[in-house]
């Protein structure tokens, strides 16, 4: 049985205080869950703040992103070393709005990968088509090709995937139960035929998640959790959605 796991992506959201705020009030409402994994991946600048208030607690902390270099002169970038030392446990790689607005290629993602998991830390790799490639019925191949990449001589220990279909984030329509188990049970499927380890790997779904359709997400075979985006920006929207996985 694969635990459930809800991971909240604040995006460019939230500043430091803003940050205090939120956990301060999510941790007591929270602090009876012991069957969800959860974790929070706020911005860099909060990394430091939130690290501390979650200390002790069952919520984890994440980063959204890492850089695939050690060290060096890559102004505006933040490497794994500076996320374990602000407190992080995991990375979210590949999400489709830096693929989009990045130009973020499958190989940048295997690299990013690489270097976290060689580095201690555990990752969120996101996977997902555009409506336009899900129109034309190419999702199994754009599913394909972007495990096919980001998991290129790589072992599954410490991965986490997240199928996030582009036209359901942040835009208010989710893909229905049956469309996201589908994608999932593909994704399941790829696992088993190139990797060891498949049926214990978690696969979240992300797209417009809300603690009115977690519930009927979470029930479907291959879903195993979330990784959500506006509804984990309110402390008790956040909650429930925690609570409506289990």
Not at 36 to 53: G, H, K, N
Not at 194 to 218: C, F, W
Not at 234 to 245: E, H, N, W, Y
Request: net charge negative; with cysteine.
């Amino acid at each position: 049985m694969r635990k459930p796991f809800i991971a909240a992506n604040w995006k460019m959201n939230k500043t430091i205080e803003e940050t205090g705020a939120f956990i301060s009030s999510f941790l007591p409402l929270v602090k009876d869950v012991r069957d969800v994994d959860i974790l929070i991946a706020p911005p860099f600048t909060s990394l430091s703040t939130a690290s501390q208030l979650l200390k002790n607690s069952n919520v984890q902390l994440g980063a959204q992103n890492v850089y695939f270099e050690e060290k060096g002169a890559f102004t505006g970038e933040i490497s794994v070393s500076m996320l374990k030392s602000a407190g992080c446990a995991c990375a979210i790689i590949g999400h489709s709005e830096r693929r989009q607005y990045f130009k973020e290629t499958d190989e940048i993602v295997n690299r990013k990968i690489r270097i976290t998991r060689d580095n201690g830390l555990d990752v969120i790799l996101c996977v997902g088509e555009s409506l336009e490639q899900r129109e034309q019925n190419k999702t199994f191949d754009v599913l394909d090709r972007q495990l096919s990449g980001s998991l290129l001589d790589l072992t599954l220990d410490g991965i986490t995937i997240a199928y996030e279909p582009i036209w359901a984030i942040g835009t208010g329509k989710t893909a229905t139960p049956e469309q996201a188990n589908e994608a999932h049970a593909f994704i399941r499927d790829w696992l088993r035929k190139h990797k060891d380890g498949a049926d214990s790997t978690r696969i979240q779904y992300g797209g417009s998640v809300t603690p009115d359709n977690v519930e009927t997400l979470m029930s479907q075979p291959e879903v195993d959790g979330a990784l959500v985006g506006g509804a984990s920006l309110k402390p008790d929207s956040f909650a429930a959605l925690v609570k409506g996985a289990l």
